[in-house]
């Protein structure tokens, strides 16, 4: 089984007032968290899927410029399965960007669960809630985002018509904090 890992990267941050995947955090660029946890869960092949205008400010080998900017995350889901989809890879874990608390355990359980269940086309995190973009999603599932992207649909339209099997977590796993907004650098109890 062979999965690459996918950093969704080219949000508005509008809420954030200015591009957030480039705070400093750790000595180094927020988004870069989420390759570490990747990289630390074993996966090699870590691809940045983000948009013509912020491409070039990424310190990483493999960048997917989307052809439609600001299109969200399913879109950007579609556009790293098909541009990967001539790639030997069985799953894509995805991993926003924004999450200074991210860590290898989440995208291990994932890994476990992708391994051990043939049928699964995502591997879907929970903790308080359903967390697609901690997720992982078959390739197989091209056709049907194909389909999705059409209608211009959500994330809850892929994960809710597919054979999805969910993975709980503590719903205070510090892995799930994202930061929308200044205040949220706070959100971690210490
Ligand atoms: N590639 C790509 N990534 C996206 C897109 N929209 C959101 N993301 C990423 O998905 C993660 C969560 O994004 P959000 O915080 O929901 O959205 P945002 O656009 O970054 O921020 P807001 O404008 O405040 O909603 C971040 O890592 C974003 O960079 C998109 O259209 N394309």
Not at 44 to 58: M, R
Not at 134 to 154: D, G, N, T, V
Not at 162 to 168: E, F, M
Request: proline share 7%.
């Amino acid at each position: 089984m062979k999965t690459a890992g996918v950093i969704l990267a080219g949000g508005r941050s509008s809420r954030y007032g200015k591009q957030k995947l480039f705070e400093e955090y750790n000595g180094a660029p927020l988004y870069q968290q989420s390759i570490t946890a990747m990289t630390n869960a074993g996966i090699p092949s870590i691809y940045i899927v983000t948009n013509q205008e912020l491409a070039c400010a990424f310190n990483h080998a493999n960048v997917i410029i989307e052809p439609n900017a600001h299109g969200g995350p399913l879109s950007a889901l579609y556009t790293a399965m098909e541009e990967l989809s001539s790639h030997p890879f069985d799953w894509l874990q995805i991993l926003a960007g924004d999450l200074p608390y991210m860590s290898k355990d989440i995208v291990q359980a994932n890994l476990r669960a992708a391994n051990s269940l043939p049928s699964a086309d995502i591997i879907l995190p929970t903790a308080k809630r359903y967390q697609p973009l901690h997720a992982a999603y078959h390739m197989r599932l091209l056709p049907r985002l194909r389909e999705l992207i059409k209608k211009e649909s959500s994330m809850k339209a892929l994960y809710e018509t597919v054979n999805t099997y969910t993975l709980s977590f503590s719903p205070n796993h510090p892995a799930f904090i994202n930061i929308n907004q200044p205040e949220d650098w706070h959100l971690k109890e210490e």
